[in-house]
């Protein structure tokens, strides 16, 4: 019989804990994104953890992975209302908006977010169950100027983190011209049914848009000779196609390198017209580190007023992972810059005052808490990386003063505590 008191426990399959030594790199990723999103003047927007679940429900479309392979955290309160913890970033946005009149307040609101995210499928590299997403949307502009700035924001992004990347642009028409796209691409399936994946089957009948991310060699068998979306709206759509013309125009004005891919599709219904992904090779294979679109029937969905928008979402996690294998990863120094050496009882019972003393002027210290000698509280100093011993005695205290010692130089000099603030600070 095991013993309860001995178990040791383990974080859930699919989720990991970010330790000190991790975090500064997180940190300089997000102030990287923050930093981006002010010059464009986009606003932070946090939203709850967890929405009721028709929102996701709602927005998701019956043909997604999300639904149809139960990848939504659901669960019953105790009110009885049923509630989803977030799956994606931008149904939150949305609701928030229309529920806050966000839209009263001008006719363009340009709203940023960082929030984990969370998904029941398969872990993989730089995917976990819980993972983090930095995010764009702007609501209210249609034009493909709009769509060009999104796309100026997350290249800029992409290139401040150093990671190379391929553009990867198409467009999905409004949800009619799709509709009678996605019949005459079930026309082609259908017959070859039998021969695709098994999520291919599954995806043929109820959204065979999907069977173009199918990695499986049998799928891209059954896709030779399919009708092209881009030649079908070009027939169908051109206004769609106009936007998507405008929009390499704009592309082709700021500099930024893309190449079409008529078989680019996003993985939930309500993205219409410009959609895009930024691919890396630095992880082995080719995968997506930032991805997005328009969704102008979204704002409607979820009981608004008829309203455009575009936006996208990149996975934290992968872009360190994309960082850390090409040697690019910004790490954060979280050393502090003096460690206080007390030496003896009058020393010990002084640390917290000339502590504070040094915190309140803005100095990053820390000291020994559990009693250690000299030299293991300046070995303690080396392990911190301090770039300052401030060794503190009864004679240092007599005189009201303080002996600053450089970590690396090794140079000393006895100063008073105003002094050695000053010194510290310079």
């Not at 399919?226 to 125009?249: G, I, R, T, W, Y």
């Amino acid at each position: 019989m095991t013993d309860a008191s001995s178990t040791t426990f383990q974080s859930p399959r699919g989720t990991r804990d970010i330790l000190p030594d991790q975090i500064g790199a997180w940190r300089r990723l997000e102030s990287t994104f923050r930093d981006i999103c002010a010059r464009y003047n986009y606003q932070e927007i946090r939203t709850p953890l967890f929405e009721h679940t028709e929102v996701f429900a709602r927005t998701a479309g019956e043909a997604s992975d999300v639904l149809v392979t139960k990848q939504m955290y659901t669960f019953e309160a105790p009110d009885g209302q049923s509630y989803t913890l977030r799956p994606e970033g931008t149904a939150s946005v949305v609701r928030a908006y229309i529920e806050n009149h966000l839209g009263e307040r001008g006719p363009v609101s340009k709203l940023f977010y960082i929030c984990p995210i969370f998904r029941y499928e398969a872990p993989q590299a730089g995917r976990y169950r819980q993972h983090h997403q930095c995010g764009i949307e702007m609501l209210g502009a249609s034009s493909p100027q709009a769509d060009a700035e999104i796309l100026a924001i997350a290249s800029d992004f992409l290139k401040a983190l150093d990671i190379k990347s391929t553009l990867l642009i198409n467009s999905l028409g409004t949800s009619q011209s799709r509709a009678s796209y996605i019949q005459k691409l079930k026309e082609h399936l259908l017959p070859q049914k039998e021969n695709l994946s098994k999520d291919s089957q599954r995806r043929v009948e109820i959204n065979p848009l999907r069977v173009f991310d199918s990695k499986e060699p049998q799928d891209h068998v059954a896709l030779e000779g399919a009708p092209v979306l881009l030649d079908h709206l070009k027939e169908n759509d051109p206004e769609s196609m106009e936007h998507f013309d405008q929009l390499c125009k704009h592309l082709d004005e700021l500099g930024i390198e893309y190449e079409i891919n008529p078989n680019l599709v996003r993985g939930f219904d309500y993205y219409s017209r410009t959609a895009f992904e930024f691919v890396s090779d630095q992880l082995g294979a080719q995968s997506t580190v930032l991805g997005g679109g328009r969704y102008d029937g979204l704002v409607e969905q979820l009981g608004g007023k008829s309203t455009p928008g575009i936006g996208f979402g990149s996975g934290i996690e992968r872009l360190l992972l994309v960082q850390e294998a090409s040697g690019k990863i910004m790490e954060e120094q979280s050393a502090p810059t003096a460690f206080l050496v007390t030496l003896g009882d009058n020393a010990k019972l002084a640390a917290p005052r000339i502590l504070h003393q040094l915190r309140d002027n803005g100095i990053n210290c820390d000291c020994d808490y559990v009693g250690r000698s000299m030299r293991a509280q300046m070995r303690e100093a080396n392990r911190q990386q301090a770039r300052f011993a401030l060794i503190l005695g009864d004679d240092e205290l007599a005189n009201n003063t303080i002996a600053v010692k450089e970590m690396e130089s090794g140079e000393q000099k006895v100063l008073s505590l105003t002094d050695a603030i000053a010194h510290l600070r310079n």
